[in-house]
T-cell receptor, first 113, second 113 residues
Framework: DAKTTQPTSMDCAEGRAANLPCNHS???????VYWYRQIHSQGPQYIIH???NNETNEMASLIITEDRKSSTLILPHATLRDTAVYYC??????????????FGEGTQLTVNP | DTGVSQDPRHKITKRGQNVTFRCDPI?????LYWYRQTLGQGPEFLTY????????KSRLLSDRFSAERPKGSFSTLEIQRTEQGDSAMYLC???????????FGSGTQLSVL
C-alpha cells in the first residue's frame, strides 16, 4: 500500500470547517483513499473513502485532486466531539487484495471552543 | 448491530504470565482483524481471519502470540510469557467481506508489570 503524509497536528475553531490534508504521491490506480478517526480511548472509526471522485456523506466530504496525489478531508462544521486523531490510508480494495489497513501516525485535530 | 465487543477492557499482569483476550465481531462479518497500538502510534496490523481460517500474520506476531477463531465467530488472542514490551492496546475489527470497511472495538489495554 502507498505511504501517506499528514501534518502531526491541527487546530480548528468550533463551528468552522476543518480541512485535513493528506499527501499520497505514490498512490496506484487501484488504491482507494480511506479516512478513519480515533477518539481518545476508543477504536478507530470509519469516516469516508473514495477512488477519484469527490465523496460526501453525513460525516464529512473527501476531495481528491485530479492527479490523485493528495486529498483533503473536510468536516464542514467542527464540534468539540470531532477532536481526535485522523488517519489517511490508501488501500487496494477487492476480493484478491490484501485486507490490512496500514495506519500512519495521523493528524491530531483539536477543536477549540 | 451491537458493534465489535472486546473483553476485558483492561488487563494488568505480571511479566511471564499468559493472557487471553476475546473479540466478538459484528454478527455475519466474515473477516476479523487484530491490531496492536502503542502510545502515540497508529494501530499496527497483527493478523486476520476469513471465517475460521487465519490468512495472514504480521512479523510482529512472535511465537508467543497465537490467535484463533473457532467456528468463524468470536476470536481469541493469547500472549504467552508476557514481556513489558507487550504493553499496548489490542484492537479487534471486523468487516463483512474483503475490501469492506472495518469496524473496530474499543480495545483491550494490556499493562505488563
Amino acid at each position: 500500500d502507498a505511504k501517506t503524509t499528514q501534518p502531526t497536528s491541527m487546530d480548528c475553531a468550533e463551528g468552522r470547517a476543518a480541512n485535513l490534508p493528506c499527501n499520497h504521491s505514490t498512490i496506484s490506480g487501484n488504491e482507494y483513499v480511506y479516512w478513519y478517526r480515533q477518539i481518545h480511548s476508543q477504536g478507530p472509526q470509519y469516516i469516508i473513502h473514495g477512488l477519484k471522485n469527490n465523496e460526501t456523506n453525513e460525516m464529512a466530504s473527501l476531495i481528491i485532486t485530479e492527479d490523485r496525489k493528495s486529498s483533503t478531508l473536510i468536516l464542514p462544521h467542527a464540534t468539540l466531539r470531532d477532536t481526535a486523531v485522523y488517519y489517511c490510508i490508501v488501500r487496494v480494495v477487492g476480493e484478491t487484495s490484501g485486507s490490512r489497513l496500514t495506519f500512519g501516525e495521523g493528524t491530531q485535530l483539536t477543536v477549540n471552543p | 448491530d451491537t458493534g465489535v465487543s472486546q473483553d476485558p477492557r483492561h488487563k494488568i499482569t505480571k511479566r511471564g504470565q499468559n493472557v487471553t483476550f476475546r473479540c466478538d465481531p459484528i454478527s455475519e462479518h466474515n473477516r476479523l482483524y487484530w491490531y496492536r497500538q502503542t502510545l502515540g502510534q497508529g494501530p499496527e496490523f497483527l493478523t486476520y481471519f476469513q471465517n475460521e481460517a487465519q490468512l495472514e500474520k504480521s512479523r510482529l506476531l512472535s511465537d508467543r502470540f497465537s490467535a484463533e477463531r473457532p467456528k468463524g465467530s468470536f476470536s481469541t488472542l493469547e500472549i504467552q510469557r508476557t514481556e513489558q514490551g507487550d504493553s499496548a492496546m489490542y484492537l479487534c475489527a471486523s468487516s463483512l467481506n474483503a475490501g469492506e470497511k472495518l469496524f473496530f472495538g474499543s480495545g483491550t489495554q494490556l499493562s505488563v508489570l
